[in-house]
């Protein structure tokens, strides 16, 4: 064998270990996107799986939360849907405990990469009557109906944080305040 072939040899064999490596990073950066993950100050404190999630029933060592179904109308969009999730301050009571209601921000972060900002005390206030839902399913469909946004369809899944209760006459007094992030990934409070 000649120096030429075993250089092609070695090469190749250099070339699927990198294209295993490639591999190996993608599938991890997808696993990683069906995961939640709640951060304390940037740092990871709870994560918790897409099948966990859809699972029904979530246990921490504060305790357990079920999922519920829920009907409301989205001011913004203008439609009606019935969703599978979680209640969202119960989720955050559970997983930061009640304190996380005197910090000063909560970041919502899609899976590409979106910050979504509510300021926590306005937000408390502004949906003093509502209730918000991480959904993790849409009554009827498999995933979600997709959202219409600048003429293009978005899959708001895997999960979406939801509100019910509110109105077309709320949409002004809330429409900064509350956030209705799609594609939500991360969770963090400051």
Same mark, same amino acid.
């Given at each position: 064998?000649?120096?030429?072939?075993?250089?092609? /040899?070695?090469?190749?064999?250099?070339?699927?270990?990198?294209?295993?490596? +490639?591999?190996?990073? +993608?599938?991890?950066?997808?696993?990683?996107?069906?995961?939640? *993950?709640? $951060?304390?100050?940037?740092?990871?404190?709870?994560? *918790?799986?897409?099948?966990? /999630?859809?699972?029904? $029933?979530?246990?921490?060592?504060?305790?357990?939360?079920?999922? =519920?179904?829920?009907?409301?109308?989205?001011?913004?969009?203008?439609?009606?849907? &019935?969703?599978?999730?979680?209640?969202? @301050?119960?989720?955050?009571?559970?997983?930061?405990? $009640?304190?996380?209601?005197? $910090?000063?921000?909560?970041?919502?972060?899609?899976?590409?990469? @979106? !910050? !979504?900002?509510?300021?926590? =005390?306005?937000?408390?206030?502004?949906?003093?009557?509502?209730?918000? @839902?991480?959904?993790?399913?849409?009554?009827? /469909? &498999?995933?979600?109906?997709?959202?219409?946004?600048?003429?293009?369809?978005?899959?708001?899944?895997?999960?979406?944080? *939801?509100?019910?209760?509110?109105?077309?006459? #709320?949409?002004?007094?809330?429409?900064? /305040?509350?956030?209705?992030? @799609?594609?939500?990934?991360?969770? #963090?409070?400051?």
């Amino acid at each position: 064998m000649s120096n030429f072939q075993r250089r092609q /040899i070695k090469n190749q064999g250099e070339l699927l270990k990198l294209m295993l490596l +490639i591999s190996l990073i +993608i599938f991890n950066a997808q696993a990683f996107s069906e995961d939640l *993950v709640f $951060k304390l100050k940037g740092r990871p404190l709870e994560i *918790v799986s897409l099948i966990k /999630i859809k699972s029904g $029933k979530l246990k921490f060592k504060s305790g357990d939360i079920n999922a =519920t179904t829920v009907k409301l109308f989205n001011v913004f969009r203008g439609y009606e849907r &019935t969703y599978d999730g979680y209640a969202f @301050y119960e989720l955050l009571n559970l997983v930061y405990g $009640k304190a996380w209601q005197q $910090k000063e921000k909560l970041i919502c972060t899609s899976s590409d990469s @979106y !910050h !979504h900002i509510a300021v926590i =005390t306005p937000m408390i206030k502004s949906a003093k009557n509502n209730m918000g @839902y991480i959904a993790f399913g849409e009554k009827g /469909i &498999t995933g979600f109906t997709p959202i219409i946004k600048s003429g293009k369809k978005i899959d708001p899944g895997p999960l979406y944080l *939801v509100w019910t209760n509110f109105t077309a006459k #709320d949409r002004a007094s809330h429409g900064d /305040i509350i956030k209705w992030p @799609y594609q939500l990934s991360e969770i #963090d409070i400051e």
